[in-house]
Each structure stands twice: as structure tokens, then as C-alpha cells.
């Protein structure tokens, strides 16, 4: 098989097993021998289901609280398919994740399904996951589509959201009010928010200031992730080819690169290059920053942090831009290929997105449920800061995902990452250092 490149070694290894997979001859388990005629009882077929981290570790942590959601979905879907036994297990969570599932193929201790977020394409391409279209004819409908997107290739749909999140738009009242502005009427778009934060940050005099702006260190997805909200916006993906192949010279970008840049001159001093992304955001519940672009868990977060006046709404958009957002947190699965039971772990997925289960998600988790129908009926019981992410993803056609990159990955990030810190650190036109990145984004892809 043709050598890889190193960001790709995990996937090669997938592919690897895969072909050895369809090359190894199915041999079926010999029968039981027979009895003097006595009923025998049905043999128990186990499902192993790597799940994620707080669903397992609530079942015995908080069995009445967080934990009566994975108890919930362990014993109805065993109750309602006798002789099968569920058994969730968690094995880390991204690259920890993906470590961990090509040794267990290695091994041949796979699970019949398998957790994440943003590899499934990958995997989907590689042959190492079976296709669920059969199993959600009768419900695809009810499904917000943004959060499958990343379980989406060739227009066939391999794993399905159990829950999901999404982004918003954050403010502190307090300190709007501070600098002389009417919390009732956040900003709508990017020239009024660029606005407001230097009236708010003038308004300060170094005690608050109007925006917090994640940079490209320390735990630098979730600055990708927020970045990605004003790409969509302004409908400027900075990749291309269904989003697999780097564009980091697209033409349309710059008006946000641009934007990025003026908007940090009213982030709070170091702020933007602090690796510690909870210290990030955390500061505007503190009251020294004004707006924040929010994940849907920032509600909670706010209140457990004292902010007694954080509202939220849509971020705002840009002159001829789109509302858009970018689903977070999405917590999916899929059929691995290597499955000892496809049909019954393909049963379970789609069981995941059912009212009675879905409906349990908020309620127990915390989390926003991902089918239409939970949602629609969640969002009346909801106060206005929760309801707001709950619109995002019922009302905004363009929620998007992060791109798909095929080849070295974490190179690409890198060279994304370095342009970004040129952006926000010098005053060089922004194409030419866009055009740099992609320069070298073009050699990491030509390599052999």
C-alpha cells in the first residue's frame, strides 16, 4: 500500500485493516449441539459502544442526576432487544481517541461503535464505516443537518449527532451599561460591534474592555472554532474541494482577517495569547470584557461564574454577509466496518435520535438535543439565554463544521495558527501573509 504521509498514519493503518478485513473469509460460529429437546435460552450478544466521557462516568458518578441518561439508554434499548447486552465504555477523546481505536483494531478488539466529532469523513473514505441511510429514511427529516455534516461523504450519512452544541453571541450587561449602552440592543453587525467595543474599551480606561478574542495558542481549536463563525458569516471558507483541501489565500477572507485584527485592539491586554481558554472567557463574566463570541455551555458557565446580567443572541454579521454559526461539542457515532453486530449497532445509533431519548438530553446532561422534534418542543420550557442557541440551530440554515483535511492535519492547523499570530501581531497587509500560509499549505500537501 502507498505510504502516507505522517498526519495521515492513523487513517492509513485504518485502511490497512480495512482491506485486511474484506480479504479474511467469514466463518460462521458452529452450531450449538443439540439438547435432549429442552428449551435453550437465547445466546447474549454483546454491543460495545465507545461512548463519551461523562455519559459513561455519570451512570455510578451521579446515578440520579447526569448519570440517569446513559442508565436510561443502557436499559430500554436492552429491554426492547432481549438477549442483547450494551456495554458503553470511554476511551478519550480526539487524538487520545483515534490512538486508542487503531490499536483496539490492531489488536481485534474494536467496538461495534465508535464516539467523535470530526474524523468521521476520514474514516468514511477509508472503507472503515458502514453507511446508515437504510436506518434513517423514516427520521432524516427530523435531523438538523449541520450536526451530521461531518458524518457526511460521497452523499451518503455514516454516524448521527446524540447531542450537539453551537455557537452564539455573548455580552456582559454590566459593562455595556458601564460605557453608556443599551444592553437591550446588542450589536448587529461587525461595523457596530467594532464600534461598541472601542466606546466600550475608551469608556474603561483600562478597567474593562469591549471584546474577547481567542488567539491561535494553547488549546487553539477552540480559537479555530470561534474564527470559523465569522468565515461563515461572511461565506469565506478558507478551504475548499467539499472543504478537504486548504484555501488560506481565499480573496473573500480578508475582509475578516481584517475584521479580526481591529477587533483585537479592544481585547484586554495579553488576553488573546493566553493558553488558558476557561481564563479566556472567563473575563467577561469577571466584568472586564463587554462581548464574546459563546458557546451554547457559556450559559451555565455564566451563572456558575456570578455574571448576573450575560445575555445572548446571534453574533453579528458582516455588510452582505449571512447569519451562520458552527456546531461545537457534537457528540456522534458510527457503525465501524469491523462491527460484530452492524445490524444491532445501527439500530442503536438511530435509537439514540428517538423523542424519549433525545427528550432526556437537556434535562440530564445539560446538552442541547439534535433532532428537530426535541428541540421544537425544548425550546417553550427554556429561559431566553438558553433559548437563544436553541433558535440558532432550529432557525440558521448555514451551521457549519470545521474542515476536513485529508492529509497531515496537524501541519495544516499549524501553518492556519502562524497566520493567524501574524495577523494579530503585525500590520502587514493581511493577503500577503494569507498567501504565505497558503504557500506553505501547498507544499505540506505536495509532499510524498
Known amino acids: 500500500m502507498k505510504q502516507?504521509?505522517?498526519?495521515?498514519r492513523l487513517t492509513a493503518l485504518l485502511l490497512v485493516l480495512a482491506i485486511l478485513a474484506a480479504c479474511t473469509p467469514t466463518v460462521a460460529p458452529a452450531a450449538p449441539a443439540a439438547s435432549d429437546g429442552a428449551a435453550q435460552p437465547a445466546a447474549v450478544r454483546e454491543l460495545v459502544v465507545w461512548a463519551e466521557g461523562n455519559t459513561v462516568n455519570t451512570i455510578e458518578s451521579d446515578p440520579e442526576g447526569q448519570g440517569l441518561y446513559g442508565k436510561y439508554i443502557i436499559e430500554k434499548f436492552e429491554e426492547e432487544n432481549p438477549g442483547v447486552k450494551v456495554r458503553l465504555e470511554y476511551h478519550g477523546?480526539?487524538?487520545e481517541l483515534r490512538q486508542n481505536l487503531v490499536s483496539a483494531l490492531l489488536a481485534g478488539t474494536a467496538p461495534d461503535i465508535v464516539v467523535g466529532e470530526n474524523f468521521f469523513q476520514q474514516y468514511a473514505e477509508l472503507d472503515a464505516l458502514i453507511p446508515l441511510d437504510d436506518v434513517i429514511v423514516d427520521i432524516k427529516d427530523n435531523l438538523i443537518p449541520g450536526t451530521y455534516a461531518a458524518g457526511v461523504y460521497r452523499d451518503q450519512v455514516y454516524g448521527l449527532s446524540a447531542f450537539t452544541g453551537v455557537f452564539g453571541f455573548e455580552r456582559n450587561c454590566a459593562v455595556v451599561e458601564a460605557a453608556g449602552l443599551d444592553c437591550d440592543n446588542p450589536p448587529e453587525t461587525w461595523d457596530e460591534l467594532l464600534a461598541?467595543?472601542?466606546?466600550?474599551?475608551?469608556?474603561?480606561?483600562?478597567?474593562?474592555?469591549?471584546?474577547?478574542?481567542q488567539g491561535p495558542v494553547g488549546f487553539s481549536v477552540g480559537g479555530i472554532f470561534r474564527v470559523a463563525v465569522y468565515l461563515a458569516q461572511a461565506g469565506a471558507p478558507m478551504c475548499q474541494d467539499e472543504?478537504?483541501?486548504p484555501y488560506f489565500n481565499n480573496p473573500d477572507a480578508v475582509p475578516v482577517m481584517e475584521f479580526l485584527r481591529e477587533i483585537n485592539r479592544y481585547t484586554p491586554p495579553g488576553l488573546?495569547?493566553?493558553?488558558?481558554?476557561?481564563?479566556?472567557?472567563?473575563?467577561?463574566?469577571?466584568?472586564?470584557?463587554?462581548?464574546?463570541?459563546a458557546g451554547s455551555?457559556?450559559?451555565?458557565?455564566?451563572?456558575?461564574?456570578?455574571?448576573?446580567d450575560c445575555r445572548y443572541s446571534g453574533a453579528p454579521i458582516p455588510q452582505g454577509g449571512q447569519p451562520a454559526s458552527i456546531i461545537v461539542g457534537n457528540v456522534m457515532y458510527a457503525v465501524l466496518k469491523e462491527s460484530k453486530n452492524p445490524d444491532l449497532a445501527a439500530q442503536w445509533i438511530a435509537f439514540l435520535t428517538r423523542d424519549d431519548v433525545q427528550d432526556l438530553v437537556y434535562p440530564t446532561l445539560g446538552r442541547l438535543p439534535s433532532t428537530r422534534s426535541a428541540l421544537t418542543k425544548l425550546r417553550p420550557t427554556?429561559?431566553?439565554?438558553?433559548g437563544a442557541f436553541v433558535d440558532q440551530l432550529l432557525n440558521n440554515p448555514e451551521l457549519g463544521i470545521l474542515p476536513q483535511w485529508r492529509k497531515d492535519p496537524q501541519k495544516l492547523w499549524q501553518i492556519y495558527n502562524d497566520m493567524l499570530i501574524e495577523v494579530l501581531t503585525t500590520e502587514e497587509p493581511v493577503f500577503d501573509i494569507m498567501d504565505r500560509a497558503?504557500?506553505?499549505?501547498?507544499?505540506?500537501?505536495?509532499?510524498?
Not at 461598541?196 to 478574542?213: C, D, F, H, K, S
Not at 427554556?382 to 438558553?386: C, F, S, T
Not at 497558503?438 to 510524498?448: K, W, Y
Request: charged share 25%; proline share 3%; hydrophobic share 30%.
Open 4 to 8: 502516507r504521509a505522517k498526519g495521515l
Open 93 to 95: 477523546w480526539d487524538e
Open 196 to 213: 461598541q467595543a472601542r466606546q466600550i474599551t475608551e469608556a474603561g480606561n483600562g478597567e474593562y474592555y469591549g471584546y474577547t478574542l
Open 243 to 245: 472543504c478537504t483541501q
Open 272 to 293: 488573546t495569547f493566553d493558553p488558558d481558554e476557561g481564563r479566556v472567557y472567563s473575563q467577561l463574566f469577571n466584568g472586564l470584557s463587554a462581548y464574546q463570541i
Open 297 to 308: 455551555w457559556h450559559v451555565g458557565w455564566a451563572k456558575q461564574s456570578g455574571c448576573e
Open 382 to 386: 427554556l429561559d431566553d439565554a438558553n
Open 438 to 448: 497558503q504557500a506553505a499549505a501547498e507544499e505540506v500537501m505536495n509532499e510524498p
